[in-house]
């Protein structure tokens, strides 16, 4: 069994632990997917392309933002 089973928990404990830019940065990154799933419905070939690149740039920049205040909080703790 996981520490964490769900994202609502996983959302809830960086919050608690005042990592609020981890806590936005993961929202951002579940937000990421839904667009890209969105992108599943049948749009039309150039609207399935650019919901689909949308969702790409989301997720990219919310793994980003994750992975710098990961290791700011790191960095904060040494």
């Known amino acids: 069994m996981p520490k964490i089973p769900n994202l609502e928990n996983w959302f809830d404990r960086l919050?608690?632990?005042?990592?609020h830019g981890a806590a936005v940065s993961t929202a951002g990154t579940a937000?990421?997917?839904?667009i890209m799933t969105a992108a599943l419905l049948p749009w039309g070939q150039p609207a399935q392309v650019m919901?689909?690149?949308i969702g790409l740039a989301h997720l990219t920049a919310s793994s980003c933002l994750f992975v710098a205040f990961a290791v700011l909080q790191f960095y904060k703790s040494l």
Do not use: Q
């Open 15 to 19: 919050a608690r632990n005042k990592m």
């Open 31 to 34: 937000v990421g997917l839904l």
């Open 51 to 53: 919901v689909t690149a």
